[in-house]
C-alpha cells in the first residue's frame, strides 16, 4: 500500500477534523504519543477479537493476522518514540469516539450483518487515524515525527481499504455500500460533539 495517498475521496469522511487539533496536539505531544500507543494496542486487540470471533473466515483471519502483526509494530514504535523523549506510556484512557462509534454495531442481527458492522466501524476508525496523521506529517515541526506520521498514514490507509473490501467478501457490495454510508454520517455527528482534546488521537 505504499503508494496510496489518502485523501477525502478515499477516505470518505464527511467532516475533517478541526484545525485547532493539530495545535493542541503538538503542544501536548506526550499525551498525544501515549494515547497514540493504546490506540495501537487497542488495534490489534480487536482485529485478534474478530479472528476469534470468526474462525470459519479464512481470507479474514489471514488478512487481520498480517494486520495484528502490524498494528503491534506500530504500539512498538510508538514505545520507541516515547522512550526517545524520556516518556512512559502512562494510564490508559478510554477512547470516546470509539465508544460511541461501536455503540451502533447491531446486536442480535445475522451473523454476517453484525461481522459487515464491526469491519465497516473498524474501518472508520483506520480513516480517522489516518487522516489525523496526515495532518501531524503535514503540520508539526519535529522532523523525526513528521517522517513516523507519514509511514503511519499510508499504512492506516491500507488498513482501511483493508477492512472495506473484508467486508465486501462476506456481503453484497450494495449492502456495504448502503450501511458504509450510514455509518459516515453517524461518524461526522459522532466528530462534530466531541471537543477536541490535548491527550487524544481521535
Known amino acids: 500500500m505504499s503508494e496510496l495517498q489518502p485523501n477525502k475521496t478515499i477516505l470518505r469522511l464527511e467532516l475533517p477534523t478541526d484545525p485547532r487539533w493539530v495545535n493542541i496536539a503538538e503542544k501536548n505531544i506526550e499525551e498525544i504519543l501515549v494515547d497514540h500507543a493504546y490506540c495501537e494496542q487497542k488495534a490489534a486487540t480487536s482485529a485478534i477479537s474478530l479472528i476469534v470471533k470468526y474462525p470459519d473466515k479464512t481470507r479474514l483471519v489471514e488478512e487481520l493476522t498480517d494486520l495484528v502483526a502490524e498494528e503491534w509494530s506500530h504500539f512498538e514504535r510508538v514505545l520507541e518514540q516515547l522512550k526517545k523523549r524520556g516518556y512512559g506510556l502512562g ?112
Open 91 to 202: 494510564r490508559n484512557r478510554p477512547d470516546e469516539y470509539v465508544v460511541q462509534l461501536s455503540k451502533h454495531i447491531r446486536k442480535g442481527d445475522k451473523r454476517e450483518r453484525q461481522l459487515m458492522d464491526h469491519l465497516l466501524v473498524n474501518a472508520l476508525i483506520e480513516a480517522r487515524s489516518c487522516e489525523r496523521f496526515k495532518l501531524l506529517w503535514k503540520n508539526i515541526q519535529d522532523e523525526e515525527l513528521q517522517k513516523f506520521y507519514y509511514e503511519l498514514m499510508v499504512s492506516e490507509a491500507g488498513h482501511y481499504v483493508s477492512f472495506v473490501k473484508l467486508a465486501k467478501e462476506y456481503m453484497p457490495a450494495d449492502i456495504v455500500d448502503a450501511r458504509f454510508k450510514e455509518l459516515l454520517q453517524i461518524e461526522s455527528e459522532i466528530i462534530r460533539n466531541l471537543e477536541p482534546r490535548p491527550d487524544r488521537m481521535h
